[in-house]
Nanobody, 115 residues
Framework: QVQLVESGGGLVEPGGSLRLSCAAP????????MGWFRQGPGKERELVGR???????NYRNSVKGRFSISRDDAENTMYLQMNNLKPEDTAVYYC?????????WGRGTRVTVSS
């Protein structure tokens, strides 16, 4: 079973920053469009943003200018840099790999933005 492993979640005050990481098997990471999703309390899971194998990124409007996705192909790791965090960013964040129409998921890492 493919394992995507997220890390880096935690508690942060509004206006603070966090960086999430997602490690994936090379066989998946090398060819997949990678992405971050999140699911807030009582909400549906939503796409935060994606990064293609070529490094092209796209983001949901509410995080544009605050969040940045990058990938390190040497380390088979994707990152989500989150700045100026807001309470509404509180959610479990999931790593996703999309490869040949198959989705692979991590178990998630919790981010709580609160004072």
């Amino acid at each position: 079973q493919v394992q995507l492993v997220e890390s880096g979640g935690g508690l942060v005050e509004p206006g603070g920053s966090l960086r999430l990481s997602c490690a994936a098997p090379k066989s998946i990471f090398s060819f997949a469009t990678m992405g971050w999703f999140r699911q807030g309390p009582g909400k549906e899971r939503e796409l935060v943003g994606r990064i293609s194998t070529g490094g092209t990124t796209n983001y949901r409007n509410s995080v544009k200018g605050r969040f940045s996705i990058s990938r390190d192909d040497a380390e088979n790791t994707m990152y989500l840099q989150m700045n100026n965090l807001k309470p509404e960013d509180t959610a479990v964040y999931y790593c996703n790999a999309l490869l040949y129409a198959t989705n692979y998921w991590g178990r998630g890492t919790r981010v709580t933005v609160s004072s």
